[in-house]
């Protein structure tokens, strides 16, 4: 793909009907269109995961805009990117089981996913790490989840 195209289609996602167009001004600037239902809806964990990583990958995260992008709240993954009425409840996204029971409740829950053994979650990056570091533990936890699902899958007979 041309880095400098205008137009990247996430295709499993636009495929499975999500998405309708994810409108790019550089590789590096994801904006999220146009919405057509619950992008949750029909889509798996791992889809999800993979979804959040390819985002990263290309630079989604890195957007020039008025504010700093933030992990998850700023990804087609989330339930509520783009949305300023009409908002879903943080407890329909499937990342929620992955957010600390006693943080569920919060205004921001995904920003408590536990990234590694040392106890960093987003929240904690956000104010102790520079964004390359943020997004080097994101990827790593994005990698290591997507592989624990696959072998789970796999073992199960549904790989």
């Known amino acids: 793909m041309n880095p400098h195209s205008g137009t990247v289609q996430l295709t499993h996602l636009i495929n499975a009907g999500q998405i309708s167009v994810i409108q790019v001004t550089d590789m590096a600037s994801f904006f999220v269109q146009s919405w057509r239902g619950n992008f949750m809806q029909g889509t ?3 889809e999800v995961l993979k979804a959040e990583l390819e985002f990263l990958n290309r630079g989604g995260y890195r957007t020039i805009s008025w504010r700093p992008q933030f992990v998850f709240e700023d990804s087609p993954t989330c339930l509520n990117c783009g949305r300023r009425q009409d908002r879903k ?7 929620m089981q992955f957010v600390p029971a006693d943080k569920r409740e919060g205004k921001v829950p995904c920003r408590f ?7 960093d979650t987003v929240e904690s990056l956000y104010r102790s790490a ?3 570091e943020l997004e080097s533990v994101l990827r790593s936890w994005l990698t290591r989840q997507i592989e624990t699902f696959e072998d789970a899958n796999a073992a199960a007979g549904k790989g």
């Open 89 to 95: 409840p943080c407890s329909e996204c499937m990342l």
């Open 44 to 46: 798996s964990v791992v």
């Open 113 to 119: 996913i536990l990234l590694n053994n040392m106890g």
């Open 130 to 132: 520079t964004q390359e």
